[in-house]
């Protein structure tokens, strides 16, 4: 029972990042933005240290030795975060998303036609009106 839930988790995880891959951004109905998102990015850097070195002096005290310090650099490296931009496709305002195709959406139903572009019927021989619902004086009714 639990790999079956996994199984369609995996399905569904797959059919929805195919879907949003598989529009052709060559449509005209297709419209696209840039996205912004963050990576994890591993980044190197001049990590500074305290270089303690000897050198000779007159210091009787340290058998003519003394202690210098200096400022030195090592590479080091730490986690930091990118912003990254892509393109993404999407349907443009008025159509919706229909398998690998962005189709119009009529906020009536086309009763006697079909939807050809956002709220706009093509109607059937016979038919008109908005919505294709009322019969044309021309068939003599």
Not at 15 to 37: I, K, M, Q
Not at 72 to 86: C, D, E, H, L
Request: aromatic share 12%; proline share 5%; charged share 20%.
């Amino acid at each position: 029972m639990g790999s079956l839930v996994v199984c369609l988790a995996w399905f569904l995880v797959l059919g929805f990042t195919t879907s949003a891959l598989s529009l052709n951004p060559d449509d005209p109905n297709v419209c696209s933005h840039w996205e912004s998102y963050a990576v994890t990015v591993q980044e190197s850097y001049a990590h500074p240290f305290d270089q303690i070195y000897y050198t000779r002096c007159t210091d009787i005290l340290n058998w003519f030795k003394c202690t210098r310090h200096r400022i030195s650099y090592k590479t080091a490296y730490r986690r930091g975060v990118r912003t990254m931009y892509r393109r993404r496709s999407q349907c443009c305002p008025g159509y919706f998303e229909s398998g690998d195709l962005c189709v119009p959406l009529c906020t009536e139903e086309c009763v006697h036609g079909r939807c050809v572009s956002p709220d706009t019927c093509q109607c059937e021989p016979g038919w008109g009106g908005l919505d294709c619902s009322s019969a044309s004086t021309a068939n003599g009714t």
